[in-house]
């Protein structure tokens, strides 16, 4: 098993920043590609940013230039950095593991989500 604890959400402005960050125990971290999902209201959860063991990383379309996913193996710590913030990324955001890479569905563990608002 593999338990992820997401932090860091919050309310920002348009334009703004937030870093969220997924702590993960358990299973060794090492092993696992990490991914960052949201689900925005009355949507289904979409695929956001992954990130191979090794440090390769795949974005959606919509985030690229805008946030950077990371981690930190020595913490066993991902972090989803976003940058810009628009309204329509308003949405609970998921920290998922997984061992496939890159993956963007079907992660075999998931966090319980962090809300993160952006006004306009």
């Known amino acids: 098993q593999v338990q992820l604890v997401e932090s860091g959400g919050g309310l920002v402005q348009a334009g703004g920043s937030l870093r969220l960050s997924c702590a993960a125990s358990g299973r060794t971290f090492n092993d696992y590609a990490m991914a960052w999902f949201r689900r925005a209201p009355g949507k289904e959860r979409e695929f956001v940013a992954a990130i191979s063991r090794y440090g390769s990383t795949y974005y959606v379309n919509s985030v690229k230039g805008r946030f950077t996913i990371s981690r930190d193996n020595a913490k066993n710590t991902v972090y989803l950095q976003m940058n810009s913030l628009k309204p329509e990324d308003t949405a609970v955001y998921y920290c998922?593991?997984?061992?496939?890479?890159?993956?963007?569905?079907?992660?075999?563990?998931w966090g319980q989500g962090t809300h993160v608002t952006v006004s306009s």
């Open positions: 998922a593991a997984d061992k496939r890479f890159p993956a963007t569905r079907a992660y075999d563990y």
